[in-house]
Nanobody
């Protein structure tokens, strides 16, 4: 049974940073590309970032490129998202997922960027 458990969200001021983590189990994490998606209030799911199974390549949406960094630890079965220079428009529930549409995702962690 696939389990994805996100953590690390919270309230942060504009310009601040947060690091999200996602603990994965129930599948071969080291063999799977992984994704972060988010859902802002009143909007649909939005792809944020992707990473190859071995971590050799990463991809970002234009809205977060240069500010967010995705990474993974295949020994700890954990996916990360380092978020810097946060903006109010980054406010959303963030999910780690096994596909870019977020069909298989965790319960999410709330990120609120506000002064």
């Amino acid at each position: 049974q696939v389990q994805l458990v996100e953590s690390g969200g919270g309230l942060v001021q504009p310009g601040g940073s947060l690091r999200l983590a996602c603990a994965a189990s129930g599948f071969t994490f080291s063999g799977a590309p992984m994704f972060w998606v988010r859902q802002a209030p009143g909007k649909g799911l939005e792809w944020v970032s992707s990473i190859y199974s071995d971590g050799s390549k990463t991809f970002y949406s234009d809205s977060v490129k240069g500010r967010f960094t995705i990474s993974r630890d295949n020994v700890k079965n954990t996916l990360y998202l380092q978020m810097n220079s946060l903006k109010s428009e980054d406010t959303a529930v963030y999910y780690c997922a096994k596909d870019p549409r977020g069909t298989t995702r965790g319960q999410g962690t709330q990120v609120t960027v506000s002064s």
